[in-house]
């Protein structure tokens, strides 16, 4: 079992940075995929970034290629997505999600554990 705690949301102008944290709970996290997806209103939840549990391997979704970056301290437990460059299209409640495969997978349902989610507005 994974508990998961986002936290770094907050209101930001185009072209600004946050860092989202995922916090996370459980004897298996430095064994999970961690994702980060995002959701805004009227549209489906879509995926963001993904690391692989040894933080050799990450992967992002094109529209945040280039700007996002992400990072995991698995002596903390935590994951971090910073954000730069940041565009009003990006603004979403971002969802934090362990999984317990071993590549970094796109879908949401292949995630087992979910965080309640961080409000990311960016204003243009």
């Known amino acids: 079992q994974v508990q998961l705690v986002e936290s770094g949301g907050g209101l930001v102008q185009a072209g600004g940075s946050l860092r989202l944290s995922c916090a996370a709970s459980?004897?298996?996290?430095?064994?999970?995929?961690m994702g980060w997806f995002r959701q805004a209103p009227g549209k489906e939840r879509e995926f963001v970034a993904g690391?692989?549990?040894?933080?050799?391997?990450?992967h992002f979704a094109d529209s945040v290629k280039g700007r996002f970056t992400l990072s995991r301290d698995n002596a903390k437990n935590t994951v971090y997505l910073q954000m730069n460059s940041l565009k009003p299209e990006d603004t979403a409640v971002y969802y934090c999600?362990?999984?317990?495969?071993?590549?970094?997978?796109?879908?949401?349902?292949?995630?087992?554990?979910w965080g309640q989610g961080t409000q990311v507005t960016v204003s243009s």
């Open positions: 459980g004897r298996t996290f430095s064994r999970n995929v």
């Open positions: 690391i692989t549990w040894s933080g050799r391997n990450t």
């Open positions: 999600a362990a999984d317990q495969s071993i590549v970094v997978l796109t879908t949401p349902s292949a995630y087992d554990y």
